[in-house]
């Protein structure tokens, strides 16, 4: 598979500091086992709307295949996402 050409991290994507998803917490929904693109500062990524599009896929070399500026790899077994379920009706 071919990598594509990196991405930039700009304004499009949403940082979030991935100590802020890791632990269970009440009303959030389970998302895992994923890789995802992780920055140097252990942030996780999210392409625009928040907590929508995480930059994550089962597959490693989908996520090495679309490379993110700043941003490594990393398998994360389980992450809990805040949800909104008005945002789905």
Same mark, same amino acid.
């Given at each position: !598979?071919?990598i $594509?050409e !990196?991405? =930039? =991290? *700009?304004? %499009?994507?949403i940082r979030?500091?991935? +100590?802020? &998803? *890791?632990k269970? %917490?009440?009303? $959030? &929904? #389970? @998302?895992?086992p994923?890789?995802?693109?992780?920055?140097a500062n252990n942030e /996780?990524?999210f @392409? $625009? %709307? %928040?907590?929508? +599009?995480p930059?994550c896929?089962?597959n490693e =070399?989908? /996520? $090495?295949?679309m490379? &993110?500026?700043? #941003?490594e790899?990393? @398998?994360i077994? !389980?992450v809990?996402?805040?949800? *909104?379920c008005h *945002? @789905?009706i």
């Open positions: !598979m071919t $594509r !990196m991405r =930039a =991290a *700009d304004e %499009k994507f979030v500091p991935l +100590s802020e &998803i *890791d269970p %917490k009440g009303g $959030r &929904i #389970c @998302y895992g994923s890789w995802w693109h992780v920055t /996780v990524l @392409y $625009r %709307k %928040k907590w929508q +599009s930059q896929n089962s =070399a989908v /996520v $090495r295949h490379p &993110i500026e700043g #941003c790899p990393r @398998y077994e !389980m809990y996402l805040p949800h *909104d *945002d @789905y």
